[in-house]
């Protein structure tokens, strides 16, 4: 394939990237939304030792069962991130998609880039790793 070929697949590819981005960030904001709509939830407070008695595969499998809708697009956004960096090859151009995302996401610029950054966190290879 040609490097014009290339590069306008992968312009493609990001393109398909922020559009799923967009979606799942819509869903998140739905999912939060309903969570409000319902009224206040159950706090729970457990002591570090309950949650080491507990294991974390059971505490996923909670966190999992509380919301299974938000965990999913939490995980989308992770796997996006990922694909991401595999196209673009540097956190840097995440940073830019994440710029362009945030700044036409209906949520609000701080909120995307918020949930953004926090589910693409260790994404990339070496020293040019994602951290939040």
């Known amino acids: 394939m040609s490097d ?5 697949h992968d312009h493609v590819r990001i393109m398909m990237i ?3 981005l967009h979606d799942l960030l819509r869903e998140l904001e739905a999912q939060r939304k309903a969570r409000r709509k319902a009224g206040p939830g159950r706090l729970e407070i457990m002591t570090a030792a309950e949650m080491m008695a507990k294991g ?3 505490l996923r499998l909670e966190d999992i069962c509380r919301s299974p809708m938000t965990w999913c697009c939490r995980k989308g956004i992770r796997e996006l991130g990922k694909l991401l960096f ?8 995440m940073r830019d998609v994440l710029d362009r995302v945030a700044a036409e996401t ?5 909120i995307a880039c918020s949930v953004i950054d926090h589910c693409w966190d260790g994404i990339g290879e070496g020293k040019d790793v994602w951290h939040c």
């Open 106 to 110: 209906s949520i609000g610029y701080g």
């Open 18 to 20: 922020e559009i799923a």
């Open 56 to 58: 974390s595969a059971e």
């Open 4 to 8: 014009t070929k290339t590069a306008r």
């Open 86 to 93: 595999g196209i673009v090859g540097s956190t840097d151009k």
